[in-house]
């Protein structure tokens, strides 16, 4: 059973950078066909897919925001993350990291606990 646990600091000033970290246990994200992402749940958008990265490095962004993220990975680790660069308030919620094996990306059936970020100065 893979499990995922997001990490990264919970509050964040505006314009700066947002960085989390998902570290994974009980799998490889090198295992083929796999998919790890990253969703949101904020106040204004309800549940909101941001983008994700594939067993072999390949990455897909939502349009709404490809222009402000960025997602990579440590192999070594085990681990992915996730970049948000200038952020805002409207940025502020609860960050999940997934996974689920094959297309689409949608339907992710394994999730973190979610890590709570606040945008605020």
């Known amino acids: 059973q893979v499990q995922l646990q997001e990490s990264g600091p919970g509050l964040v000033k505006p314009s700066q950078t947002l960085s989390l970290t998902c570290t994974v246990s009980?799998?490889?994200?090198?295992?083929?066909?796999?998919?790890w992402g990253w969703i949101r749940q904020t106040p204004g958008k309800g549940l909101e897919w941001m983008g994700a990265?594939?067993?072999?490095?390949?990455?897909y962004y939502s349009p709404s925001l490809k222009s402000r993220t960025s997602i990579s990975r440590d192999t070594s680790k085990n681990q992915f993350t996730l970049q948000l660069n200038s952020v805002t308030p409207e940025d502020t919620g609860v960050y999940y990291c997934?996974?689920?094996?094959?297309?689409?990306?949608?339907?992710?059936?394994?999730w973190g606990q979610g890590t709570q970020v606040t945008v605020s100065s």
């Open positions: 009980g799998g490889s994200i090198t295992t083929n066909f796999y998919y």
């Open positions: 997934v996974t689920k094996r094959g297309l689409p990306l949608a339907d992710f059936g394994s």
């Open positions: 990265i594939s067993y072999s490095g390949s990455t």
